[in-house]
């Protein structure tokens, strides 16, 4: 990231007083430059300042060397958001400010991705469009001017051969362009495999672009070819640099003496670690005790990623790009090279291993009484898994015999503060979907061999708990200082999902507050303890989930709405997220000196990660979407042959063309058509999310229970298409549809016949 210049203040002060003026370069370089706007050098330094500036779409440049202040023009900058069949928006990137939709045509050579400038004016009217749903007056659209930064330079996509040439179709569909691929630029790669392919020329205005082909990947069904076009498609590197993976083997687990008398020992405490079974980086353990008056005092230890990762080094550079690591299916592409996350960062058992440890003191009630933080040495009496632990704490005969004595008299305690800490949480209000989620088994090859559901047993809970406790002393702490971090940010729901949930929850008899401020999350917690049990408990759950906004990283301390906690970071994962390092930099400072740092150096940090935080965001985004997509590739192929078969399913969304369903236990997503519907003439009704049927009043919504036949398995775009399986239209049906249909249109016709020569009744006003 480029900080900060001593220009840019210069340069706003210069161009703010002129408004929507443009300033030419020669006046604004003496403005900026005053005694040296006359050196060349230093007139070539403001030259790249402004270009910089002007790429992060704070400036404007216009007829040559002209500026401007964006914010003083009719022009936007942001990241384009292309939506399909040639919709697209220009993102706002705030809480409550619109998306700017992009005008048919007003793309230009912009892809999906890419930082864009955008000219807003107001939409001309249109006899034939419907204006939005919430629209006052004319809406501002957009039309993109300028490409300020690209997103990609490389596209993955397929191999196709015709009278007109070679071309690559893009794997990603929000990349509506033909690239043409120049004769002896294809590697002679066959018709259907999978390639990386060069942008050479970008898109025209009829979205024609050239590229070459530069590496064939495979073809559909080869191990691993499905991971690797995901991973291309979102831009994840795959491949550490050779100066990342020196500094990695580079790194030494020997301490010196004065490293081991400055970090408190804890190799001697009952510490473990309890992780999944495939798991190979072990990065938090726990312990637990419980205290002669009541109480008890629990320990965090995770792993000292910083101890290794330093600002400026090659790694840091190479972890602040990933962002986090990404776990696919079959493979996991790290944020850190194996050296560090397989093996001196991991807590294996008996292995001496560098922490930064949270030793938290909790009453009986599950409220942290006192905090402490410091870096330490651990080492890990046992590694456990979810299974072993669950089944211990369940009683379950036999499951004591593979712990070690210590370990067993230790994890009933770990459990019970597990529980006062989950009854604290629940009295203040937070929320816990506990949504259900699949486990996909792979085979030999990488195939799918079986799909099954995901069990969460009492040792999930008890680590989470303790995780959840630790990130939230951490930011308390660190608010507390004060020394600036990056926290975890949960905002307050929308206010328009707000309003929609009280006009559905409303009549069934839920109680959503009027008042905005008033709806915390004990009125949703209530809301879905009322559910529990009834026939809309999955209903009411879905839509409470979809009122709450995304949680993200921010240098602010906002508090964490879902958790009802006022503080909140991440700690727990410095293995794999960059933000839990940034957090553990801010923490073992604090540890090291005992004082906030400078007012000044506070200032410059604080800037920096108000750009980290946006980063960091957008890198969980792309992780979380190529991880969904990759599991969807694997769950189509498991299931594109079983063409015919019925499944048990639910509605997860009405939308106005269709429904999109989840089929139980496997969890795989897909669609029923609204021509599927073959019952009756439905109509989309967006407040209440459903569809309604016209004649016989059939309703379907959101979290609606229904069995469906797998209709359709598309293996271009890897979508499958559903039917009721008990709805499906036969002759009769059909029959009795169309005449429903045709009575219809006559009483429509003949009202107008009727009508003749009548004046027309006043239109009703919606």
Known sequence: MKPADPLDPAIRAALTPRGSRLLPFARLATHVLGPDSGDEAAREALRERLLHLESRGELVRQRGEKWSLTEFTAHRAGYLSVRGEGRAWLLSGERDVPDTPIVKGGLGGAL??????????????????????????????????KVLVRKRETVVGRVARGPEGTFVVPYDPRIDVRLRVPEGQDLDAPTGIWVEARILVWPDKHRLATAEVIETI?????????????????????????????????????LDPAERAARADYTRRVIVTIDGETARDFDDAIEAE????????????????????????????EAWERGTSVY????????????????????????????????????????????EFTRSLIRSRQRLTYTAVGAFLEGKPGAADALAPEVAAMLPVAARAAKALGRKRERRGSLDFD??????????????????????NEAHRLVEEFMLAANEAVAR????????????????????KLEDLRVVLGPMGYDVPEADEEVTPAIFQKILAQAEGQVEERFVSDLVLRCQRKALYHEECRGHYALAATHYCHFTSPIRRYPDLLVHRALVEWVAKRHAPAAEEAEGRTRWLAEAGPHCSDRERRAEAAEREALAWKKFVYLKDRVGEEFDAYVSAAVPFGLFIVLDEIYVDGLIPMDRLEDDFYRYEEVDQRLVGSNLGRVYRLG????????????????????????????????RVAAIERRRVQRREGGREAGKGKKAPPRRRR
């Open 328 to 371: 696919f299916p079959d493979r996991a592409i790290p944020m850190l090279p194996e050296r560090l996350s397989n093996d001196l960062c991991s807590l294996r058992p008996d292995e001496e291993r560098r922490t930064v440890s949270a030793i938290l003191t909790l009453d009986a009630e599950g409220e942290i009484v006192r905090a």
């Open 704 to 735: 609606d229970r229904l069995r469906v036949v797998l209709v359709r398995a598309d293996a271009d775009r890897r979508t499958l298409e559903f039917a009721p399986a008990t709805a499906s239209r036969g002759p009769r049906m059909a029959s």
């Open 477 to 496: 702490h660190l608010v507390h200082v004060p020394s600036p971090a990056l926290y975890r940010v949960h905002d307050r729901p929308d206010a328009r």
């Open 112 to 145: 999906d991705g890419d930082f864009v400038l955008v000219r807003v004016e107001k939409e001309k009217p249109s006899r034939t469009a419907r204006p939005p749903r919430y629209a006052r007056g004319p809406r501002e659209v957009g039309t993109v001017v």
């Open 290 to 317: 419980e205290l002669p008056g009541g109480g008890f005092r629990i320990g965090v230890h995770i792993a000292d990623v910083s101890w290794y990762v330093q600002p400026g080094s090659a790694l840091d550079a």
């Open 218 to 254: 495979g073809f559909d069904g080869e191990p691993g070819v499905d991971v690797e076009v995901v991973a291309r498609k979102h831009g994840i590197p795959r491949v550490f640099p050779e100066a990342v993976v020196a500094e990695s083997e580079a790194a030494s687990g020997q």
């Open 435 to 456: 949504l259900p989620d699949a486990d996909v088994i792979l085979g030999e090859t990488g195939d799918v061999v079986a799909i099954v559901r995901e069990v969460r």
